[in-house]
């Protein structure tokens, strides 16, 4: 565009000056993140029927607003997702400029803004929150989807490839001798799981083992089942 040879302040301000106000410098290629910026954005509040960008997360929020925002999505036990506009400058300045909403947080539904923590609290009096957000299923159910997630279910603390306690690494060395196909879950990563799925089956250890839906046992049972030889029809769904 232009070259100044040696360290002449003066004469590299007017070039800097004198471009700039003519507008020649090349195109920079801006207008491509730009692009790729609302595609993300789009992505970001689709990315669960029930969205809140918010100060910090669920668990810690960090502004009053937010907190309050989180406190009535809780209380009308409705389920979303979070993201932390801390943890991302670009997408915190970028989602004012794409929901036309200046302030946070922001809560969305099926990827369209439903409005800010005065929005939310209009809907709350109207009682039509309720009709707007998804609900979460109750922990009863959705224990019930997870022990049936596969014929043959796992809680247990970490997962297949990296056992967390001695107890689940040793009931998975008897499910590998198997050959059975199985899934686990790790209760260590959901607490609200890890304590409601022992109210849930009346068992209040792990790992617990689950064949169609229906409480098998923990370790112990699990190896006096193989001693038996009675283990390989169980997890078959032969008895």
Request: one cysteine or more.
């Amino acid at each position: 565009m232009d070259r100044l040879d040696g360290a002449h302040a003066p004469e590299l301000t007017k070039k800097v000056q004198r471009h700039a106000s003519s507008g020649s410098f090349p195109p920079s290629g801006n207008e491509h993140p730009k692009e790729d910026l609302t595609l993300r954005l789009k992505k970001l509040t689709h990315a669960a029927p029930c969205m809140l960008f918010m100060k910090g997360t669920p668990q810690e929020p960090r502004c009053g607003f937010s907190k309050q925002m989180v406190e009535i999505l809780n209380k009308h036990n409705i389920q979303f997702s979070s993201f932390d506009i801390f943890s991302d400058e670009e997408v915190r300045q970028g989602l004012k400029t794409y929901s036309n909403w200046p302030t946070y947080p922001q809560l969305y539904v099926s990827g369209e803004l439903i409005g800010g923590l005065d929005i939310i609290k209009e809907l709350e009096a109207s009682k039509e929150l309720d009709t707007i957000c998804p609900k979460a299923p109750k922990l009863e159910e959705r224990l019930k989807v997870l022990t049936k997630k596969a014929s043959v279910m796992l809680f247990m603390k970490g997962n297949k490839q990296e056992a967390k306690c001695g107890f689940s690494r040793q009931i998975l060395e008897i499910l590998n001798s198997t050959a059975v196909e199985y899934e686990t879950f790790d209760i260590l990563e959901d607490e609200e799981v890890r304590q409601g799925l022992k109210t849930y089956s009346n068992w209040p250890t792990y790992p617990q083992l689950y064949v169609k839906g229906e409480l098998v046992g923990g370790l112990d049972i699990v190896k006096e089942l193989k001693e038996n030889g009675e283990l390989l029809p169980i997890l078959k769904g032969e008895n």
